[in-house]
């Protein structure tokens, strides 16, 4: 049975850091940002373009039968359930791990998004 894994906190917190840890397929909605030529160039227009990609792949290594480790933030509870309905649908075993940790963010997020993040984060619940 494969096993979807996701990995949430917000930024800074450690997530891709701890997902480069497993030997699952490894998907973040940040990849879809990264250029040919391994540069990371953030655009908010594409973002929900990226979060759909993220999920699509996912779906495909789960169909494959491998196990993924997805790292995204998750901040609300509507950001986990699809993720959690594609589990049940393809009978993955499913987790979630919180990253706690005060990192700084590699991606240049100020402080003053995070915190309002913070101010919006939902405990995840079935």
């Not at 397929?25 to 990609?53: R, S, T, V």
Request: hydrophobic share 40%; charged share 25%.
């Amino acid at each position: 049975m494969a096993k979807l894994t996701l990995i949430r906190g917000l930024p800074g917190s450690g997530k891709s850091t701890l997902a480069k840890t497993y030997t699952a397929e490894h998907f973040e909605a940040d990849m879809f940002f990264i250029n040919a030529q391994g540069i990371y160039q953030f655009d908010p227009i594409k973002l929900e373009q990226a979060h759909a990609w993220c999920k699509q792949q996912t779906e495909q290594a789960l169909k494959a039968g491998k196990d993924v480790v997805v790292a995204n933030t998750f901040v609300r509870r509507w950001e986990i359930q699809p993720y959690y309905q594609l589990a049940k649908k393809l009978k993955a075993e499913f987790e979630i791990i919180e990253c706690k940790g005060e990192f700084g963010s590699i991606h240049g997020v100020e402080q003053s998004v995070i915190e309002k993040m913070r101010a919006k984060w939902q405990e995840w619940r079935v």
